[in-house]
C-alpha cells in the first residue's frame, strides 16, 4: 500500500469512528426525542430571575435559596454576575430576595452552580455550600446565612485536586460533604467537545472533610445532581448521559456502596428529597441535544420527572410538567413546598406553579 493509500485508509477509519460517535452522542442527549407538553396550572415566572436559577433547594420551614447567572461552558450565558437568593415560600408574594454578599468575598468571579444547606443541630446555624467556578476552575464556597438582614457571611473557600471539575454538592456536616464531578478532563476544549464524543464512564463521586478526601463512588458518565435520603442513610446521583438516578448507601467510612439504579428517560440535571414523603424531585432535559446545539428558535426544553418509593421493588416515575423551551428553557432544577413546585433552569426564567 502506497503513502497516499494509508492515509486514505487512516483518514476514512477517523472519519468512521467520528460518525459512530456522533451518532453515540446524539443517542445519549435523546436527540431525536420529541416532546409533548404537560403544563401544570398558573404558572408564573419569578422576578428578577431572567439569567438562570441552576440550584434550589427548600428548608423545612419553606426557604428557599436559588444560585443564579451560571455562566457554563457551552451554554448560553449572561454578563450578569453570578448571585444567591432566598424565597419564603410562606409568605403569598413568593418574591425572590438577592442576598447581600460579604464585602471580603471575589464577587466579580462568582459562578455559582450547586448549592446545598447544612443546619447545625446544635445551634440552628445555617450553612450555604456554593459550588463556584471563577475563571471555569472548581472550588466550594462555604458560608452563614443572616436571616435578619438577608445577608452571607464569608467562612471559607474549599480547594482540592480531587474536585476538579464539581457540579453538584450535599452537605453533610458543618464543613463535610459529597460532591459529584461531571468529567474526567480539566481542559475546556478537551472536557466541552472530546469528552462527550468519547462518552466513557469515568466521572465520579468525592467525598470531602477536612480530616480526608477520596472518590466514594464511580463508572458515572456524566454525574450530576446529588442529594441525600431523609433518614441521612442514602445518597442520590443523578447520572445525565445515562438517563438514570443511583441509589447509594452510605457507610461508616463515609464511602458509599451501590444499591441500584432507577431509569427515568431524561437527562437528568439536579435532585431534590421531599422531607416528608422522601420522593424525588428532578429538573431534567428531554432533549439535550436541542440544549449543546442551542438555537432560540428551536430551543431545548424542559422537564420536571418525580420518583416516589425509590427503595420499593417498584419506583414509580412520572413526569410531572413538560415544556417545549418556549416557556421555560433548559430546567436544572424542581422542589416543591405547600402544594406549590419551583422550576429552575440553567440559564433561563424560573417558574413558581401550583401542583395539581
Not at 120 to 136: G, M
Not at 153 to 158: D, G, N, S
Request: aromatic share 10%; charged share 20%.
Amino acid at each position: 500500500m502506497g503513502k497516499l493509500g494509508f492515509i486514505s485508509l487512516v483518514i476514512a477509519a477517523f472519519s468512521a469512528l467520528l460518525g459512530e460517535r456522533i451518532v453515540n452522542l446524539r443517542k445519549r442527549t435523546l436527540a431525536s426525542r420529541e416532546l409533548v407538553q404537560n403544563h401544570l396550572p398558573n404558572c408564573v415566572a419569578l422576578k428578577n430571575l431572567d439569567y438562570g436559577s441552576e440550584d434550589i433547594t427548600i428548608l423545612g420551614d419553606g426557604l428557599a435559596f436559588i444560585s443564579a447567572g451560571l455562566k457554563y461552558p457551552g451554554m448560553p450565558s449572561s454578563d450578569v454576575t453570578g448571585k444567591i437568593f432566598s424565597l419564603d415560600l410562606q409568605d403569598s408574594r413568593i418574591k425572590p430576595v438577592e442576598l447581600r454578599m460579604p464585602r471580603n468575598f471575589d464577587l466579580e468571579s462568582f459562578n455559582p452552580h450547586g448549592i446545598s444547606v447544612y443546619t447545625d443541630p446544635s445551634d440552628d446555624t445555617i450553612y450555604l455550600f456554593v459550588v463556584n467556578h471563577p475563571q471555569h476552575k472548581s472550588q466550594v464556597e462555604v458560608f452563614r446565612f443572616v436571616e435578619d438582614d438577608h445577608s452571607l457571611v464569608y467562612l471559607k473557600t474549599i480547594k482540592h485536586e480531587l474536585l476538579y471539575s464539581v457540579n453538584d454538592i450535599v452537605a453533610v456536616g458543618v464543613d463535610s460533604f459529597y460532591a459529584t464531578n461531571d468529567h474526567y478532563f480539566t481542559h475546556e476544549i478537551i472536557k466541552s467537545l472530546v469528552e462527550p464524543l468519547l462518552a466513557q464512564p469515568w466521572t465520579n463521586v468525592v467525598y470531602y472533610s477536612p480530616k480526608e478526601v477520596k472518590i466514594v463512588s464511580e463508572g458515572y458518565y456524566f454525574a450530576n445532581g446529588i442529594n441525600i435520603s431523609p433518614d441521612k442513610r442514602h445518597i442520590y446521583v443523578a447520572d445525565l448521559f445515562d438517563h438514570n438516578v443511583h441509589v447509594l448507601e452510605r457507610k461508616e467510612d463515609n464511602t458509599l456502596a451501590t444499591v441500584k439504579s432507577v431509569a427515568v428517560g431524561s437527562l437528568c440535571d439536579n435532585i431534590e428529597v421531599d422531607p416528608e414523603t422522601g420522593d424525588l424531585w428532578l429538573g431534567c432535559h428531554p432533549n439535550g441535544w436541542k440544549a449543546f446545539m442551542f438555537d432560540p428558535k428551536d430551543p431545548p426544553g424542559s422537564e420536571v420527572i418525580r420518583i416516589q418509593k425509590i427503595h420499593s421493588d417498584q419506583p414509580v416515575v412520572t413526569q410531572v410538567y413538560a415544556d417545549d423551551g418556549h416557556v421555560i428553557m433548559g430546567s436544572s432544577v424542581a422542589a416543591t413546598y405547600g402544594g406549590k413546585l419551583l422550576i429552575g433552569s440553567v440559564f433561563h426564567k424560573a417558574l413558581v406553579c401550583d401542583l395539581k
